[in-house]
């Protein structure tokens, strides 16, 4: 998120001064059968996506969990958004098949990558929809944002990761952000493969944009757990 976005953020936050449920994350299985398994008591299984990311034949899983508890749903409170206003959170986990015994075993547990609820003018940064995709051996996560009330920047974040040396690295980042009062656009893309950024800037209302390269430099990349909260990381 941008310094003006967080400000914005902060700003409609405090004022609506909505105090969220405490949230206790389960410690999930380190091994299943099926996606199923992986669910923990009051927890549903919001997507699954197949595929196979260590590269050994085997189709693995990607999943998102969010928790079904009622007592996370806020349902009167002063201020813009949506109500009632559902902050039950969400946990990224991916799973590896073993060829011989066809179980699922953990592989990682993330709780900060799509990040939990807090705005309600702001829409749901994660579309169960499109926000996992798995490629040539890769998987994407993309997240949203976009405020009915109290900011004018809206954006797209699709993080782009890959299993390398027992971790998942980040191996492409891309934004984009369009504000909708100026008509101003931003665009970054990053490929931490080759080092490599993209940056462009322009105006909904004129074809030609302004394109700027640039070399990274030479670091260890990021990794899904090192990211954080989805919608506040900067490269």
Known sequence: ????????????????????????????????????????????????????????????????????????????????????????????????????????????????????????????????????AIARGSFQVRLNWWMSAGGWETFITTYTFRHRSGRFELIGYDRSTTHRGSGDTASLSINYLTRRAKRTTGHISRDADRVRWQTLPERPAPTLESVGDGLSFEP
């Not at 999943?63 to 349902?75: G, K, M, S, T, Y």
């Not at 799973?95 to 705005?119: C, M, V, W, Y």
Request: contains cysteine.
């Open 1 to 132: 998120m941008t310094s003006a976005a967080a400000t914005l953020f902060c700003t409609v936050a405090a004022a609506q001064d909505l105090t969220l449920p405490e949230v206790t994350y389960p410690s999930l299985p380190r091994q299943a059968e099926t996606a199923e398994g992986f669910v923990p008591s009051g927890w549903m299984l919001e997507v699954q996506a197949s595929g196979d990311l260590n590269q050994d034949g085997n189709a693995d899983l990607i999943l998102v969990l969010r928790q079904n508890n009622p007592a996370n749903v806020i349902e009167n409170f002063e201020g813009f958004g949506e109500k009632p206003f559902d902050t039950n959170p969400r946990i990224l986990a991916i799973a590896f098949r073993d060829g011989l015994s066809g179980k699922f075993s953990l592989q990682l547990e993330n709780h900060t990558l799509i990040p939990r609820r807090t705005e309600p003018a702001a829409d749901d940064p994660f579309d169960k929809e499109s926000g996992i």
